[in-house]
């Protein structure tokens, strides 16, 4: 077993550090990180090697699988959290960033209330797995249901009206993936409408998580493959919370959080609390009025 790296000491110093304006000195950034894109070669080539199971719902992707249900659970308590939440017969559009094999892309595309689900991961193997499996349903074929791009955020044109916006954009275990999570969110923010949601799921930096999510999961009962996290680009709610506060996002309470937790034998169940110390999920809605 290699040696392990023990997490560094929590200081505000990593708030700043990852979330910092875009206007840091580029001595702040990491070496794989853009100016224009936030696509880590390193992190594409890690999930390229997972591609060929992501639908395995007993391989590397399994606990992706397990928590598909929780997401859609999350995205139901946001909508419907605010008066002004969809109506019986108003249908969603959606834009699910680093969509990887498509399985949460591909549940939000049978939902009766979808208009249509727009999927974007700049893994062109990955990508090409979620396309051949959504062949295999022809509800997935209907026109406008599901479309898959070869893209990062940043190379997606940006809508020019509301009505090319969305009404949820998801990004679920994708920004602990993200070297300069700043920059990558002020590019997702254009494409959400006003009174549209973001919404998302990463885990904490703590200690608690270093330890289930690095040393158990990666190294002890390999639930996932080692090196799908690093502990550093993890993110504590807070961090979050002051980054829209700062948009003048989820105003008028619309801006939720729930923590979630992995029991084995059970799979993931939602904890009050839980974003204190590991994964969580955080919903944040746009100002309607803007």
Sequence with gaps: MKPLVQPKTLTRLAAIKYLAPTTL???????????????????????????????????????????????????????????????????????????????????????????????????????????????????????GRLLYLNQSIEGLAVPKSVEEQYDVLTLFEVIEHIDRPAPFLDSCLSFVK????????????????????????????????????????????DELRIYFQNKGWGGDHAMKVMGSIYVPGLGWKMVGGGERWGNYFFGVRRNPHE
């Design 25 to 143: 000195p580029l001595t702040h950034l990491r070496l794989h990180s853009s100016l224009s894109s936030s696509v880590n070669p390193t992190e594409v080539s890690h999930f390229n090697a997972l591609a060929s199971t992501w639908w395995d719902p007993h391989g590397s992707s399994r606990l992706l699988h397990l928590m598909n249900p929780l997401r859609h659970d999350f995205i139901t308590s946001c909508l419907s959290s605010t008066s002004a939440g969809p109506t019986s017969t108003q249908k969603l559009r959606y834009l699910d960033v680093g969509c990887g094999g498509g399985i949460f892309a591909e549940s939000a595309a049978r939902l009766p209330m979808t208009a249509s689900v727009t999927a974007i991961d700049p893994s062109a193997d990955v990508l090409s797995v979620a396309e051949s499996h959504a062949l295999k349903d022809p509800m997935l074929q209907e026109p």
């Design 194 to 237: 006003p009174g549209g949601w973001l919404i998302l799921s990463t885990v904490a930096r703590t200690w608690s998580s270093w330890l289930t999510t690095k040393f158990v999961a990666e190294e002890v009962v390999r639930l996932v493959p080692r090196g799908t996290h690093d502990w550093e680009k993890y993110l504590n709610e």
